[in-house]
C-alpha cells in the first residue's frame, strides 16, 4: 500500500486563477497569500494554516474537518456555513476583518482573545464557546446563539444585535456599551427608552 506525501507550500500567493488551474492539494501551508480564491464547497479536511492571510476569499460551505488554522487572518471573506468546530484545535487561532459568517458555527471551541472586526454573523452559533477577552468590533450579531459561552473581559462595545442571557452566559468584566444594554435584558420583556 502506497501512501501520498502531503504537500507543503511556503512564502506562496494563491489567487483564484492559479487555483482554477492547480487546485490546492491536501498539505501544509505556511506564510502563505490567498486573494480572491473561491473556496466554496472545497474540501480543505486535513489541511494545515500557518501564518496565512486569506483577503477577499470565498470559502462558504467548505468542509473543515481536522482542518488546522494557526495565526490566519480572514479579510473580507465570504465565509457562510462554515462549521469550525469541525477543525483541528490544537493551536487553533484565527481572526477576523470585513467578513460575513453568517450561520457560521463555532460550538464548544475555545479561541480566547479572538478578534471580529466590521463582520457580519448573522445566526451565527458560538454556544459553548470560550470567547475570553475576544473582541467584537462592530460585529452584526443578530441572532445569534449565546448558550453556556465564556465571554469574560470580552469587549461588545461596538458589537450590535446580541441577545445575551447574562444568566446563561459567563459575563464577567465583559465590555458593553450603555445602547447595548437592551440585549442583556431582551429575555425579560421590558422597554428601555
Not at 69 to 79: L, P
Not at 87 to 113: A, G, W
Amino acid at each position: 500500500m502506497t501512501s501520498i506525501a502531503n504537500s507543503y507550500s511556503e512564502n506562496r500567493k494563491f489567487d483564484n486563477a492559479a487555483i482554477a488551474l492547480n487546485p490546492l492539494t491536501k498539505g501544509e501551508y505556511e506564510n502563505c497569500t490567498f486573494t480572491g480564491c473561491d473556496l466554496s464547497n472545497a474540501d480543505l479536511s486535513g489541511f494545515r494554516f500557518a501564518d496565512c492571510l486569506f483577503n477577499g476569499c470565498n470559502l462558504s460551505m467548505a468542509m473543515l474537518k481536522k482542518t488546522s488554522f494557526q495565526n490566519v487572518a480572514f479579510t473580507g471573506c465570504k465565509m457562510l456555513g462554515l462549521n469550525f468546530g469541525d477543525c483541528n484545535i490544537f493551536n487553533i487561532s484565527f481572526r477576523f476583518n470585513n467578513c460575513m459568517l453568517d450561520h457560521s458555527s463555532f460550538y464548544q471551541l475555545k479561541i480566547k482573545k479572538t478578534t471580529f472586526t466590521n463582520s457580519r454573523m448573522l445566526e451565527t452559533d458560538l454556544s459553548e464557546c470560550d470567547l475570553t477577552a475576544s473582541v467584537f468590533d462592530n460585529c452584526d450579531l443578530s441572532r445569534a446563539q449565546f448558550d453556556h459561552t465564556i465571554l469574560e473581559k470580552a469587549d461588545f462595545r461596538t458589537a450590535f444585535g446580541y441577545s445575551i442571557d447574562p444568566e446563561n452566559n459567563r459575563i464577567r468584566k465583559a465590555k458593553f456599551s450603555l445602547s447595548g444594554v437592551g440585549g442583556l435584558l431582551g429575555k425579560y420583556d421590558i422597554e428601555l427608552e
